[in-house]
């Protein structure tokens, strides 16, 4: 299970972090990270880490503003969201994929959590 928590609302410029408890599946072999979907748009791959080697991968569109991170002993990965814009509004899903990152498409990702709000105000 992913049990994705810290969305909220914050005014262009400002920074969140979301947090993604998981439980029920070998922290350590998956890989863990981010989607996002907007009011009528698209779910879109945000950030995703490799639990076995700590590399991480961000779209284009957060790279440089978002970094990951994860408490392995809590079972528990994080999303720093820094400089935020309106255009990151939209609802954060926590996903898990048992094999190492290939890409942000959302089918390989077989691991769902609820989502939590992102509301980036200008």
């Known amino acids: 299970q992913l049990q994705a928590s810290g969305g909220g609302s914050v005014q262009r410029g400002g920074s969140l972090r979301l947090s993604c408890a998981t439980s029920g599946f070998p922290f350590d072999d998956y890989a863990i990270g981010w989607f996002r979907q907007a009011p009528g748009k698209a779910r879109e791959g945000v950030a995703c880490i490799n639990s076995k080697d700590d590399t991480s991968f961000y779209s284009d569109s957060v790279k440089g503003r978002f970094t990951l991170s994860r408490d392995n002993a809590e079972n528990t990965l994080y999303l720093q969201m820094n400089s935020l814009k309106p255009e990151d509004t939209a609802v954060y899903y926590c996903?898990?994929?048992?094999?190492?990152?290939?890409?942000?498409?959302?089918?390989?990702?077989?691991?769902w959590g609820q989502g939590t709000l992102v509301t980036v105000s200008s």
């Open positions: 996903v898990a994929n048992r094999r190492s990152f290939r890409g942000f498409k959302p089918s390989d990702y077989t691991i």
